[in-house]
């Protein structure tokens, strides 16, 4: 038998790495609407419920992220173990968070799907309308987006049970 | 028309617009100033004033419901915008019970928005989910859906789930849609909830609303992942729903930007790509769609180049099809030629995804390659640093982890560091040339990345270290161990170096500090104090600083030296004896024992360079067979093993926590009643732990087992025992000086050592292999025209030389001599410029001082003849050839190159990537087809009542009313 100084030394436990995904693959994560000071105008979360102190680190992480990000440059960013898919509209940036094997160029076309969609809603859409009807933004992205896969790219059907409701009220 | 428009506006004033009534003046003023707030502490502000407002407000009684909508919008304000607004959750869980659907809906978002799943008052809403699924609006069926898909857990699945699967069958697409996903939904949350209705999903697959075949497609994309064998018949199906959408057959409301249902595509692509991949059969079903959508698809548009990409994903990962390779060759050099950012990215992902299949095409692209790895977009970077790492082999990993080094130093965000370090480490354990290189690149890691490598990795260092090459080369390793302890005492002087560092770096002066006789013992003990010093370190650090320490003295010692503390050792150990952690403590203590040893008993106890040695462990414990025998025969109760005890197999459990002997008390007695007969037969030897827990001198430990057999907790008595187990367990096993406590996870550090050594074995399987491959790229190196070339040259280098690959990889080389004649070579061609690699590497190979470069001064016949032994001398002459002509020929290739070596080179990239981005000006964002609002009118109205609010255009914030599409 030999010594045993080794063992004295590597004393610690080996720490596997863990698996950095999710536990399931999502697609979309969060939806986010900011303007160009950085203030949310919109926001809605897939993958898990975050605590308000959560939500507001991550938010302001990724917008100093993508706020710095020149026009020529990808519309895509690494962030953590998933991706940002943003592209900005007059003074409001979309920010999507998708999973990495998401299509980053599809999740950029989802954005121009929802924003022409509420552009049929609200005619010529502007910040002051997300803002006035923020849960009617909120109802399109719930019938375009349900567990953070796109469920609706109609316009029409989209935006039906909404103007139905309008009626209705 | 901007004119025009600011004329509509002066007329429009007065008049009332449509398009904000119904909202409270209060709640327009508030959504007037957030958007005028200038600074995140005014919004804040504005914020609190409100919570506080909304507080008295919603609690007052008889809140009209239209009122309250309006409050609970300006909660989810308070909330969207960071502030706390619990006090009203309670409210938005009542707006869900209201009759109107406007109500109820802003409900039930509000809700979704404030109320993770397990929040108490869930339980509050799943009465009214249950409700709504059952009403006639199907508006409130499907508000209802929706909020489930959010707030119902894994405990309320059984809740809703028979409605849900109802719901499933409703006469409203809209209804069915919701219900698929609430039941994917369900799913994701508890997979064996919805595992029986895998058929119904099926069948959604079939519905005449695409809507509901496309929401269908994720929870059977979810299935398929799970497990691809059981989905194969619904291949056919995939591909004529595919088909059928890419010939236009679904409703034009779909279509988007002249697309057909593009999203609905690319799932349906996702799917197959899945379902083809490594299946030559399901493949041919599928190649003659994708070859469609290749030709229909419109690269002219984003959503175009979308499902492109997508297809060029399927291709990459179905069964290789020769034509459609070549369509998805041409589509990914499309991409990566193009202008775009956007598409340069999808261009990289797609060469990743293609060289898997034939790594040669990565070749035609080195030039768009490096453009983009000189990119100053750190998302183009870091992807194609992803590209380089699937490509890397053993003749360009040094370019390739250097590369990644560098950026890896410039970087801050720990994550990607993290990410970046362990695939800097993964490719060197790969694919290093030399261990030499291999010993500096992770020393350049650890140096930047520091604790955010896995420990892991430094286990691997020291082992290499120690272990060196697995040849028979003594004098190579020695060689190698002196650098390294060279490097580190160098090192040393650094300010700032991480922990994790900090241990190998003790470690391996320790063992080797005075190996060579370089170094004076009391110079390497003052080192290692001063690393405990001059680094603010943790006890792991001084841990190993005192065991390097004490390795130091025995070896002196042992050899007959006397060795004198010096005075700041003796006081670094002073410290450590009265030192908090009792791990320090008694390796202080120790160390102190062994000093007054004889040197024989030193000897045995760390002897020296054993740290590869195999401990042997005597998991049997067959020295105690004496003592067992006599208790038993004392009436002591025999060993019963722990298969028996636990019910399961119990000598792989040897290493078990010890929590689970607490356990195993009250386990044990069920055993008797259900004997498993498949349990392993009882070795008596095997069972020593427990047995002498049994004998240990506690009288009536029987006794006090079946009195407290359904108490949890271990009695005092019981306790003590295990701990004397313990201690008897590693009596044998190493304690050779020291307390008996001493090394109590001793069984798990073995183990660790021992799957270390058997990657160590994987490992070098894996060198020996990718050695045959080193010569490929010296070979073939076009003409150095520009820096870029060279650097291409260097990564993109496999293919041309193939030819001369085989009969390199052909023949079976002997081992040591190949690998040496390598070493030189890599030595002399790779990376001129590197200084560290070029003085470091012949270190190796030459026993004397180093050689300059360009001069091939050993002669590697002399080599071989030195290291081939006569049983090798059959050995074709053509590999001697080739290894003495590749050294000559880097020597030549590199004769005429400017000495400035990859780095200036690479300094010339970066200005020139910079300077190419910015003249081309690449703004090729497709112009929407949108389809603008109704009229005019529209605007006019929105800009009326925007006055009359008082919200004006000429305030802080004009960008509020700009068009988003304008």
Redesign the interface.
Known sequence: ???????????????E?GDEKG???M?IRFVLLV??????R???YYA??LT?DE??AL?GEIVRKCLA?T????????H??YKIVYRR????FFLVGVDNDE????I???I??F??T???H????????I??H??KA??ML?EMV??G?????????IL??IQ???K?? | MEQLKTIGRELAMGSQGGAWAGQSKEFLDLVKSIGEARSKAEEDRIILLEIETLRRRIAEPDVPRRRMKDYIIRLVYAEMLGHDASFGYIHAVKMTHDDSLALKRTGYLAVTLFLSDDHDLIILIINTIQKDLRSDNYLIVCAALTAACKLINEETIPAVLPQVVDLLAHPKEAVRKKAVMALHRFYQRSPSSVSHLISNFRKKLCDNDPGVMGASLYPLFDFITEDVNSYKDLVTSFVSVLKQVAERKLPKTYDYHQMPAPFIQIKLLKILALLGSGDKQTSGHIYNVLSDIFRKCETSSNIGNAVLYECICCVSSIYPNAKLMDSAIEATSKFLKSDSHNLKYMGIDSLGRLIKINPDIAEEHQLAVIDCLEDPDDTLKRKTFELLYKMTKSSNVEVIVDRMIDYMISINDNHYKTEIASRCVALAEQFAPSNQWFIQTMNKVFEHAGDLVNVRVAHNLMRLISEGFGEDDEGADSQLRSSAVDSYLRILGEPKLPSLFLQVICWVLGEYGTADGKYAVSYIIGKLCDVTEAHLCNDTVKAYAISAIMKICAFEIAAGRKVEMLPECQSFIDELSASHSTDLQQRAYELQALLSLDSQAVGSVLPLDASCEDIEVDKELSFLNNFVQQSIEMGANPYLPESEQLGMSGVSNFRSPYQQEASSHTLRFEAYELPKPSSIPVIPQASVLTQTRDLVPVPGTTYYRENNLGSKLPTGPEASSADVGIKLRLDGVQKKWGKPTYSSSSSGATSAEKTTNGIGAHQDGIRSQSRDTVYDSRRQQPEVSAEKQRLAASLFSSSASKTEKKPTSGQRMPKGSDANAEKSSVARSVSPGNSEVKTAAPDLLDFGEPVPISAPTIDPFKELEGLIGPAQAVIDNSITTSGVQAPDLMATLYMDTPPSGSRSSSSGLVSEGVYSTDKGSHTAKPTPAVKKGPNLQDALGKDATVRQVGVTPTGNNPNLFRDLLG
């Open positions: 038998m030999l010594g045993g100084q080794l063992i004295s030394v590597l004393r610690r436990e080996i720490v790495e536990v399931n693959s697609g303007n160009k000071q950085g203030q949310t919109l926001a809605q898990e419920h308000l939500r507001r938010e990000r026009e020529q440059q990808c519309s895509f960013v690494e953590r173990n509209y007059a003074s409001l299509n980053e160029l599809a950029l076309e989802f121009h799907l924003v022409e509420m552009d049929r609200f005619g010529n859409v502007c910040e002051l309308d803002m006035f923020l849960e909120h109802f719930e349900m567990n896969c796109i469920v609706e790219t109609s316009k029409s059907n039906a049970p139905l409701m309008e209705a009220s």
